[in-house]
């Protein structure tokens, strides 16, 4: 079955603090990787996104890693601020398709 | 300012009443989709269009329709407001090219009740 699951659902860290979120899926065959941020009451808005054949592609702050070979990714946040309170949703599309396959977010808060 | 648009931003409906939401791009993207997100859930793909004068089902149809009569605009109707259709409901778009990204819209909130 095509999955996308996210860890951990809801995170809470200081302002200033790095932290990582992290996605597996099971999606097969795969096409690219995206990290999507959704802050609350708003849709979503791209950060990133990654091919079979990008491990890393950084956004700012924001660093994505792609293993597609145990189907991992990671969106590390560098010195996080109050502003990256938000979900942030990691989507996968099947291959010669275009359907995408969302993952159910992680909640992160960041507190002063 | 380019980019996606729906409309009403929320909206409280009696069940069994029809409702249309709109949805309105000006980036001339040919694909547009139809999604509603619940708590717990990911997005969840309703109806999609490929191209003006196309649509398809996605994995949660039913209760639903959607026409594509221009490139622009992609409405979304319920014909008999059920509860379960409680949600709030995304529209996107993207371009021909599978790796770029789809562009959302802020979101419609709807209760049924």
């Known amino acids: 079955k095509n999955q996308v699951e996210q860890s951990p659902q809801s995170l809470i860290i200081l302002e200033g603090k790095n932290c990582t979120l992290q996605c597996n899926y099971t999606v097969s065959p795969f096409s690219n990787l995206r990290w999507y941020k959704q802050d609350t009451g708003r849709g979503p808005v791209s950060l990133t996104i990654?091919?079979?054949?990008?491990n890393t592609k950084s956004n700012g702050r924001y660093t994505a890693t792609l293993d597609a070979d145990t189907k991992q990714s990671s969106l590390h946040i560098t010195a996080s601020q109050l502003s990256d309170s938000a979900s942030y949703i990691c989507v996968v599309r099947r291959y010669n398709t275009d359907k995408l396959i969302f993952g159910t977010g992680t909640r992160l808060q960041v507190f002063p | 300012i380019a980019g996606i648009t729906q409309a009403p931003t929320s909206q409280i409906l009696a069940a069994g009443r029809r409702m249309t939401l709109r949805c309105t791009q000006d980036m001339r993207h040919n694909a547009m989709y139809w999604y509603r997100q619940d708590l717990g859930l990911g997005l969840r793909l309703i109806h999609y269009s490929n191209t003006a004068g196309t649509t398809g089902k996605g994995e949660v149809p039913d209760g639903y329709s959607v026409s594509r009569a221009n490139t622009d605009d992609f409405p979304l109707t319920l014909a008999s407001a059920v509860p379960s259709q409680t949600s709030v409901y995304f529209c996107a778009s993207s371009d021909s090219d599978r790796r770029t990204e789809a562009f959302f819209g802020q979101g419609t909130r709807l209760t049924v009740v």
């Open positions: 990654m091919t079979f054949s990008e």
